[in-house]
């Protein structure tokens, strides 16, 4: 394995460490090829970078066994003023304190008073659900965009020797958690007009090859973000409740952003990135922008109720050879009772223009373990596979099946997660039909038993630091997260079970784009 110091980048920025005025270590807790697969580092490193007297530099967790170092000048965290943690999976949590650790910083806000150690901050979508598995390990949480509050954050940390000592100086400011002081709510924040903030342009590109172990999942490609946020609100989705409203860049600004981006990096690939990226509303002309600059495209999964001839044409003239869909379910009665407002007629007609226009390997997502799932629904998706293999996909056909896990802030958040036995049942009820008529069908389910440790840190509560604590200081493994929950003295099941429908939550003082009860009217509907 290459170490990271070994790894030859495009567009690395270099600062002079004498000359800057704050120094930033933006941590992903995961490796190198995961988080430079994240818009989000590129994008944050790029606002602190802006500014002339602050260096921002990567912190990846390593490969091997060393001390968390920045990539840029190989600086450990303690001799940066502020960490930053960007936190996108809830898995990732142990990392965290584990970096921190390996770094010689007490992982616990409480025991840094000390301002010897540097300010650490945290942000991403879990956090702005649920941030308190995690709070202990934070003095300072961003709830929702980064924009509105990243500059006042700045200049806090340039105004104050300590900045520590006067984060109550914070309090009022939306968007910001401060964990160690008494807030009743905390609002989160947003930008309204895309088209208004930066984008990074000059991204840096990691010069290895796409097989090589260390690069990122879209290979040298240039990150586009066309949207954020999404307005269709599945009952399930923690991005369709987190990061609302629906927002969207114009088409005049990406154009000028590929332009760009694609002389800066030097790059051939644009990849788009957004959660809703088929409600684009004029993606099809986005797409064969690109086509036609000679660029290949990569995107990620698309709604079938969007796909059109010339839409699937621009994907397959760029190159791309694998599409994705998130049917979800097999039938509509339970698409419709997670609001996933599209048909199996939609999902076979988009099925059928791909393989009509040249895609090769179709890719499906389906949840299992849904509040209201009936066998009749499973049997919809063995119906729906059948009917969609008789198409014909050089590559063929795969599907990755995952159990459903409540998330905080979703009409589900009260829900149980779906006890192993029975999921394990239904994998194999769906596995042995697939396999009659399908043998070559590729088939991949995530492990029940990390979907469970997923349950526990989406809904779970302060209790749970010192767990994730015990956790980050063996190795991370399924053995010990049981010994850890058993050494607190959690019971798993009881625990990610433990909410009746419509109780408060530990995250209610999290106030985002919508009200609470509208997560109940909601859940309600479900019912009905
Ligand atoms: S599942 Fe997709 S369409 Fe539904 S809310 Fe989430 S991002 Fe939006």
């Not at 460490?17 to 580092?41: E, Q, T």
């Not at 002081?181 to 290895?208: A, F, G, R, Y």
Request: aromatic letters at 8%; proline letters at 6%.
């Amino acid at each position: 394995m290459k170490t990271m110091k070994l790894i030859k980048e495009r567009n690395l920025v270099r600062k002079n460490w004498r000359k800057m005025d704050l120094r930033v270590a933006l941590c992903y807790p995961n490796k190198y090829h995961i988080g430079m697969s994240s818009f989000a580092i590129h994008l944050i490193q790029h606002l602190f970078n802006s500014r002339n007297n602050v260096v921002c530099e990567r912190v990846f967790l390593p490969y091997t066994k060393a001390q968390p170092t920045s990539i840029e000048s190989n600086q450990p965290l303690k001799n940066f003023d502020l960490i930053g943690f960007s936190v996108q999976f809830e898995t990732d949590y142990p990392h965290i304190v584990k970096m921190l650790l390996d770094s010689l910083i007490p992982p616990y806000a409480r025991e840094r008073d000390d301002k010897e150690y540097p300010l650490v901050i945290g942000g991403g979508p879990c956090i702005s659900a649920n941030p308190e598995p995690i709070t202990d390990f934070f003095d300072l949480l961003v709830v929702g965009d980064i924009e509105p509050v990243l500059d006042k954050i700045i200049d806090h940390c340039l105004k104050f020797k300590n900045p520590r000592n006067r984060l109550n100086e914070l309090l009022d400011m939306p968007g910001v958690y401060l964990p160690s002081l008494n807030q009743d709510t905390i609002k989160s924040v947003w930008v309204n007009e895309m088209d208004n903030i930066l984008h990074p342009l000059q991204q840096i590109v990691p010069l290895v090859e796409r097989k090589d172990k260390v690069s990122p999942a879209f290979g040298k490609t240039f990150l586009m973000e066309i949207s954020r946020g999404c307005s269709h609100g599945c009952r399930f989705c923690l991005i369709g409740y987190t990061n609302r409203p629906y927002r969207e860049r114009s088409l005049s600004v990406l154009e000028k952003i590929v332009d760009k981006g694609i002389e800066l990096t030097g790059v051939k690939k644009v990849s788009l990135i957004g959660a809703a990226i088929s409600d684009y509303k004029r993606l099809e002309d986005l797409c064969w922008y690109i086509v036609n600059s000679g660029l290949n495209l990569s995107l990620s999964s698309l709604r079938t109720d969007r796909v059109t001839p010339s839409l699937i044409e621009a994907i397959t003239a760029s190159g791309q050879q694998t599409i994705a869909f998130a049917p979800e379910t097999g039938t509509n009665t339970l698409r419709s009772c997670t609001k996933k407002h599209m048909t199996n007629d939609d999902i076979a007609r988009a099925a059928q223009i791909s393989a009509e226009y040249g895609i090769k390997h179709l890719k499906f997502y389906y949840l299992i373990g849904l509040p209201k799932e009936e066998e009749s629904d499973l049997n919809g998706i063995i119906e729906q596979v059948k009917e969609i293999s008789q198409l014909k996909f050089k590559r063929g056909l795969s599907l990755s099946i995952n159990p459903f896990v409540p998330k905080a802030h979703t009409p589900f958040q009260w829900d149980p997660h779906p006890p192993i036995e029975i999921l394990r049942e239904k994998k194999r009820f769906l596995e042995s039909a697939l396999r009659k008529f399908a043998p070559k069908i590729e088939l991949k389910f995530l492990d029940f038993r990390w979907s469970k440790i997923q349950a526990l840190l989406s809904r779970g509560d302060r209790n749970l630091s010192k767990v994730i604590k015990t956790v980050a200081e063996g190795q991370i493994s399924l053995g010990s997260w049981r010994k850890a929950l058993s050494d607190a003295n959690i019971k798993l099941e009881e625990y990610i079970n433990r909410f009746s429908l419509y109780d408060e939550m530990p995250w209610d003082h999290i106030q985002l784009n919508f009200r609470r009860e509208s997560l109940i009217k909601e859940r309600r509907l479900v019912e009905n």
